[in-house]
């Protein structure tokens, strides 16, 4: 088993081997963590969760589901699941974004860049923008079709588990976002753990 801690504001990548497990820990509860995947050989395959609602004709994700890359093939499936809740409508934050939704003119720390520095250790190239599998955010959809995100529902020591489908390189970023409820308005670590 190999271990990782990615401290809050920051990110790592790996290479998933097909039938490797990999197991995502929120260490303090209340804490997203992006996560993205690319084919190893071909990095214009990558986890798409567009095709991934298509596929899967929902918003949500449960035991046993797939995440589908934009070829419609599956890359991971979900193992195991102590939350039941995650996103699969939000993009990665950005610059423009904090500037957009908080008003924040100087650039915070954000997830686009992070998974972009994180995936350059494999020459990943950086795509215009990032639409990960967000664990652990908690995004709702309200009746009149407004989009609230609200605090995470993980619980310090909560997990998923991942079985890779393919050979992948996956990156993850401790989303640092401290202006939104999503992370509890505090970034914190997330645990990594891969099994054979
Ligand atoms: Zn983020």
Redesign the pocket.
Known sequence: MEEYLIEGKTGYSLKLSKGQIIKVIDLEGQQ?A?FVAYHEKNYEERLDPVATRDALQSTDIKVNDKLYSNLYRPMLTLLKDTVGKHDLLSP??RPEMYKLLYNKEKPLE??YCILNKALSHYNVPAPSQHYPFNIFMNTIIEKNNQIEIRTSLSSPGDYVELCAEMDLIIAI?A???EESAGNGYHSSSIKVEVYS
């Open positions: 997203i992006d990665a934050c954000n997830c970023s989303c640092p976002n």
